[in-house]
């Protein structure tokens, strides 16, 4: 399990890496902000199909084989990034980074519960969304610092230590096996899966309204920050220091890992209920501080964002494993991340246009009203949703465990 962790780690780190040169991008390349939007949602636009498909055919094709695959694609994404000289390559190093993150995405959880004994599943699956976020936030801090004090070739220098980490990822993969497709290449061969996601109809309602969702809202909220901080430091705090946003961002991802691990707020659905609700208050901070120009209330924003990014994902993923039957539960988690991905491009595709209308703090502030509603519609079904944990689960608010009848 170890082992898989570091695998996923050194991917996640590669996905978020390039978020601080977005600015230098811009004036490098004389990028208007339309382009710099478009930079932003060609990655997730590329990132779902792939997740779609990889989620339903991985297994067959098998997973370590898949894995291989899309790390060799992300090294060939770097070496575009490291060496491009137009603004196309560029794009294209961002539509390969994201096919290559979709299908790790898609057979990196199985292939992790693959490695690990049954009886740490959930664990598995707790350490597998912590190690996710840490990578997110290391990835554009390690940019920022590199770009901020190393002066020497900002556009180049990062993907070199980017290269180091997938090669150290991939050597890693080539330690384990894939015991299962091992075993089904001694069978005969059957018909490959239809390319589907699929939720059972008996969670259909609570997996969408208390799982997916939620998850889906944390990507729109994180997903201002991942996608805008660096512009939004620049222009709107006229700070110029560069590693800032990289340091914002490590704060949001990386902080809401280890918050994870506070013991407050122990039962899953208020765990939930609060994330969501720290999520919303953080977001609205860090458009106060667009507003009054302040940095601190940003980095207050940030913290307070980065809690409740960590209870949300940490519950939500949880729920994802949880309420489906074992055999389902490959294509639920995949559904999972296909919804949360589906929420990056929220805030990338509406801030963009929104920016041709008003400026970018208005634009901020209606995004976040939009979020807002989610929210309150979470909050509502989270009355409903407790009742069917406790009566599935035997786990009521109260913490004290009672007898349901079958």
Partial sequence: ????????????????????????YQEHYRLSSLQITVLFAVYALFLLPSLLISGSRGSGWGLKRVLRFSMWLSIIATL????????????????????????????????????TPKEQTGKALMLSGMTVSVGFGLGPAITGLVIQYLHLMPLRVPF???????????????TLKDRDFEARKQLAK????????????????????????????????????????????????HSSN????????????????????????????HRLRVGIALLSLGAWLVVFSGSTGSIGLLWAGVLIQALGSGWTFQVSLRLAGELPNPEAR??????????GYSGFIVPVVGTGVLTYFFD???????????????????????VKFARYYAQRSGKPLTGKRRSVSA
């Fill in 242 to 269: 560069l590693s800032v946003s990289g340091l914002l961002i490590l704060l949001l991802l990386g902080g809401g890992a280890l918050l994870q691990l506070l013991p407050f707020v122990k039962h899953p659905v």
């Fill in 360 to 382: 970018m703090n208005v634009s901020l502030i209606v995004l976040n009203i939009l979020a807002s509603l989610l929210v309150v519609y979470m909050l509502a079904y989270s």
């Fill in 80 to 115: 575009v990034f490291m060496g491009s000289q137009q603004a196309w390559l560029v794009y294209a190093a961002r539509i390969l980074e994201g096919i290559a993150y979709g299908i790790f995405t898609g057979t990196s959880v199985a292939f992790l519960l693959q490695q």
């Fill in 330 to 339: 490959s294509k639920v988690v995949s559904t999972f991340y296909f919804a």
């Fill in 160 to 174: 070199w230590i980017l290269t180091l980490f997938l090669l150290s990822g991939l050597i890693t993969l080539e």
């Fill in 1 to 24: 399990m170890k082992r898989m962790l570091w695998v996923i780690l050194m991917m996640s780190i590669g996905t978020t890496f390039t978020s601080p040169l977005f600015p230098l």
């Fill in 190 to 237: 059957t018909p490959p899966a239809p390319v589907s996601l699929g939720v059972p109809d008996d969670i259909r309602r609570p997996f969408w309204s208390f799982s997916a969702l939620p998850f889906f809202t944390l990507f729109t909220l994180n997903g201002i920050i991942l996608s805008l901080i660096p512009s939004f430091v620049k222009g709107v705090l």
